[in-house]
């Protein structure tokens, strides 16, 4: 209802509940719904797969197998209610298994009409190519905003080469382009990640302080500035902000109105260059 058509979800967010709600959401919209899922990590009791640290203080069970791919499509399906998956990640790469082999698997599915296009996540530029080989990929999902711009180093050309879109998750570093980050809650997971940590946590909000000041001189809030920045920087680059609250979404959606010229674009990329957080960069 209010403009969003792409709706981004994963098999594994909420053990397969989140899919089940999205399910319940676009039944009577589904012309209008660009239903987008991920899947790969193992979140069934029943099965197994290969352990992969996340640098958040934990590891994931990733399955890229054909048996794999074929029971989480098909589950995948069920649970939204629908006949067809718009767009369809692989969500991480399983080290045990040779991408080929998993991205064939894949294009087996969009071969019987149950997923139209095929996605990457948390890939390497060389491992897109060796998929894109295979069966054409349409998006690679990687961390991506004012945050983190590792992306700009060697994945996003060799996707503009390739012509693939680049969707950044967490386009708001977690929260902090936000500008409301000011300490962390007991047990909030981004104390694992080491730019909220110590002394890296106010350099960053130093370093930061500018973008905000920006943001109110063109009457933005920070996180539609830094969305919108995104959103500037190409036709092929489609952030995916997540919220908890409508309020957020609104705000978000605004940020597609935002035309940013190219002295606005040229400050932002001088206030926050890449590699110019405090703290290692995590997978």
Not at 134 to 162: D, F, K, M
């Amino acid at each position: 209802e209010q403009g969003y058509t792409m709706i981004d979800n994963a098999d594994a967010y909420g053990n397969g509940h989140n899919e089940t709600l999205v399910g319940t959401a676009i039944r009577d919209r589904r012309e209008t719904a660009f239903v987008a899922t991920k899947f790969g990590i193992v979140f069934e009791e029943d099965q197994t797969g290969t352990e992969v640290p996340t640098g958040w203080g934990f590891a994931l069970n990733i399955n890229g197998t054909p048996a794999y791919v074929h029971r989480s499509v098909d589950n995948s399906l069920k649970r939204l209610g629908i006949d067809t998956i718009d767009l369809w990640y692989l969500h991480y790469p399983d080290p045990q298994v040779p991408i080929e082999e998993t991205v064939g698997a894949m294009g087996a599915a969009v071969s019987a009409g149950k997923v139209r296009h095929l996605g990457l996540s948390n890939v390497t530029a060389e491992q897109v190519r060796r998929a894109h080989a295979v069966h054409p990929i349409a998006a690679v999902q990687y961390e991506y905003s004012l945050w983190r711009r590792a992306a700009e180093s060697e994945l996003l050309p060799t996707l503009r080469e390739l012509g693939i879109a680049l969707v950044p998750w967490s386009p708001l570093g977690s929260g902090f382009l936000t500008g409301t980050v000011e300490t962390l809650p007991e047990g909030d997971f981004r104390h694992n990640n080491p730019r909220f940590q110590n002394a890296n946590l106010a350099v960053n909000q130093d370093r930061f302080a500018p973008v905000k000041n920006l943001a109110s001189q063109l009457g933005l809030t920070p996180a539609q500035l830094a969305l919108a920045w995104l959103l500037n920087s190409g036709d092929d680059i489609v952030p995916i902000p997540g919220t908890r609250k409508v309020d957020r979404l609104t705000e978000n959606a605004h940020a597609a109105e935002v035309q940013l010229d190219a002295a606005t674009m040229a400050e932002l990329n001088r206030l926050m260059p890449a590699g110019g957080t405090a703290g290692a960069t995590l997978v």
